[in-house]
């Protein structure tokens, strides 16, 4: 399984960016997915997840301003990110499971459910 991230960058705060995982050596759409993300000096957390039917589990910080979706076509995993605040600034991972779970706040909480993990891409949010 090969994750490989693309669409960072730097932006104004209000500002939006859209990320993109390419997978390849999997499938995207039967399994859960996620988005995590480590600021300087924290942990990893978890940002959005979606499961193998659709469903989606969102960071309180990122609710209503991230939108996580896959496209099957593509085979991708994506991340809408609007209106974006200077601590969402971080490095951001694509993540995969080999797991058909549905998007959960455990699912989100619970980074050992991921076996592939992207090498991540940066996020940079000026105020």
């Known amino acids: 399984v090969q994750l490989v991230e693309s669409g960072g960058g730097s932006v104004q705060a209000g500002g939006s960016l859209r990320l993109s995982c390419a997978a390849s050596g999997y499938m995207v759409g039967p399994y859960l997915m996620g988005w995590f993300r480590r600021a300087p000096g924290e942990e990893r957390e978890g940002v959005a997840v979606?499961?193998?039917?659709?469903?989606?589990e969102y960071a309180v910080s990122v609710k209503g301003r991230f939108t996580i979706s896959k496209d099957n076509a593509k085979n991708s995993l994506d991340l809408q990110m609007n209106n974006l605040k200077a601590e969402d600034t971080a490095i951001y991972y694509c993540a995969a499971s080999s797991r058909e779970y549905y998007g959960s706040r455990w699912a989100l909480e619970t980074q050992r459910l991921y076996d592939s993990w992207g090498q991540g891409i940066q996020v940079t949010v000026s105020s």
């Open positions: 979606i499961g193998n039917d659709g469903s989606t």
